[in-house]
């Protein structure tokens, strides 16, 4: 059997576009090195402030498009019109360093990386209602009229999902350090499961 226990948690957070899991993660990533964001590939065009290579690859769809004949993403969808998608390669690098890798998709994405790596852990980030879903859209002041409607349909459909994650978290207003202090926790007791962990009386009778 495979001792999993250095090995890095994947850890695949969902969640509609604005639930403010963007915040979360920023608090889980800072001043800490076990935790690294897959730095995903799109084709949809940067947000004011955005950098190529740090909050995602902004490619052509051509380019995308030769990734995946490549066999380079581990997934893969198209949302509201544009593609996004995990480049496989680091993801595994980091996981071997005992890197906890946080990919940061949308269902879809999620349900197949739940297929390709049964180990993953998956966490939906939920607003506390739709009411301000609507609201945190709205006040971001980046996406269009018909991006916003687009984004509150896909977020029903997401929902839907909920039953095929693993946990849930509720991201209150102005608490996203709180649901970022869960979502450690969440790791570290999926760190300590008997499944990630078989050669451990080995080492205690060695
Ligand atoms: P946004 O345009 O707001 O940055 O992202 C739109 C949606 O795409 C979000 O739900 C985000 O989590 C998701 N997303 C970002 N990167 C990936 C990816 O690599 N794969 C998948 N399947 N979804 C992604």
């Known amino acids: 059997m495979t001792e999993m226990k250095n090995k890095g948690i994947l850890l695949v957070v969902s969640g509609p576009s604005g639930c403010g899991k963007g915040t ?7 001043n800490d090195k076990s935790f690294a964001l897959s730095v995903s590939l799109t084709t949809r065009q940067p947000r004011p402030g955005e950098i ?18 490549a066999h380079n993403m581990l997934e893969y969808t198209e949302y509201c019109g544009n593609y996004y998608g995990t ?28 297929r390709a ?26 996406n269009s009229e018909e991006d916003i409607a687009k984004r509150l349909a896909r977020a ?18 102005g608490q ?9 926790a969440i790791v570290v007791s999926e760190k300590s499961r008997i499944c990630r962990n078989t050669g451990i009386l080995e080492h205690f009778y060695k």
Do not use: W
């Not at 029903?156 to 207003?173: F, M």
């Open 52 to 69: 190529d290579g740090v909050h995602y690859g902004f490619v052509s769809r051509e380019e995308f498009r030769k990734n995946i004949d």
């Open 24 to 30: 979360v993660l920023s608090h889980l990533f800072s």
């Open 176 to 184: 996203s350090k709180k649901t970022a202090d869960a979502l450690r």
């Open 117 to 142: 790596r049964p180990d993953a852990v998956l966490v939906m980030i939920l607003p506390p209602s739709y009411t301000i879903l609507e609201k945190r859209l709205r006040s971001r002041g980046t």
């Open 87 to 114: 480049p496989e390669n680091r993801v595994n690098e980091l996981l071997e360093q005992g890197v906890n890798v946080v990919l940061e998709i949308e269902t879809e994405g999620a349900m197949n990386v739940k």
């Open 156 to 173: 029903r459909e997401e929902l839907a999902n909920l039953p095929e994650y693993h946990y849930c978290l509720v991201n209150e207003e």
